[in-house]
């Protein structure tokens, strides 16, 4: 852990949706950012407010290169266990109270994010003891290696999940997308995976798809398909 890391705790910013919220959209940002950097994104994913979007700002500051964390990188794929458990817990404890203050069930939400914010969406969709997400996108990131946390995948392989990984990431290299697949479906789950060219970033030809995926997956738990929506098929942080 860094001697210079110091505990802000999670912050959220909210974009309300049109009416009573048909479920949630959850975006982890990635390393460095904050929870304004992916927040532009509710809008083009909910162009019809259907969700409550939520944009979650991490809660270490004071590691290099400036920003906010969600852990110390020592060695990509393997969080550093003290600020990563510390960020599982409380990132977990906010969203379980803001969800519940909507009265919107953990069925209802799509959580997911970008590099390590990916990492987060993975380790709450999965984690052990979690309450269930209606669906789960993982942009950029790769499911963590990390003494405490342990994923349940027995139970959830019938989770809607897409995935998008740069081909040239030079970041989290493609290598750690593809495990995650090989993972998922050796344990049974059926997911939207996306290989593109780009490096380290979010291509604007995915998020067609992500739009796509999320409303699918809000509406196929309150038992309807959004008109003009099929099943799926910028800021780096």
């Not at 390590?116 to 993975?122: D, E, H, I, R």
């Not at 979010?202 to 003009?228: C, H, M, Y």
Request: proline residues 8%; aromatic residues 8%; negative net charge.
């Amino acid at each position: 852990m860094s001697a210079a890391a110091e505990w802000a705790g999670v912050d959220i910013r909210l974009r309300e949706p049109e009416s009573e919220p048909a479920g949630a959209l959850i975006l982890n940002h990635g390393r460095g950012a904050d929870e304004n950097d992916l927040h532009g994104l509710i809008d083009e994913l909910d162009p019809e407010r259907r969700l409550l979007g939520v944009t979650t700002g991490a809660p270490w500051l004071g590691i290099p290169p400036g920003g906010r964390h969600w852990y110390v990188v020592e060695r990509v794929g393997y969080p550093d266990p003290a600020t990563f458990g510390r960020s599982y817990s409380a990132l977990g404890e906010r969203l379980d109270s803001l969800l519940a203050e909507w009265r919107i069930d953990w069925s209802r939400a799509v959580i997911g994010g970008f590099s390590q914010g990916t990492v987060m969406s993975y380790a709450l969709a999965l984690g052990e003891g979690r309450p269930h997400p209606g669906g789960l996108v993982a942009m950029s990131g790769f499911i963590p290696e990390v003494d405490g946390w342990s994923a349940d995948l027995g139970v959830r392989s019938a989770l809607p999940v897409y995935v998008h990984h740069g081909a040239n990431d030079p970041v989290i290299g493609v290598e750690f997308a593809r495990a995650a697949r090989r993972r998922l479906q050796e344990a049974g789950f059926s997911l939207d995976y996306r290989e593109t060219p780009a490096g380290h970033s979010l291509p604007p030809e995915i998020l067609r798809e992500v739009r796509d995926f999320a409303a699918s997956a809000t509406a196929a738990q309150a038992g309807t398909q959004p008109a003009g929506n099929a099943p799926a098929g910028t800021s780096p942080g």
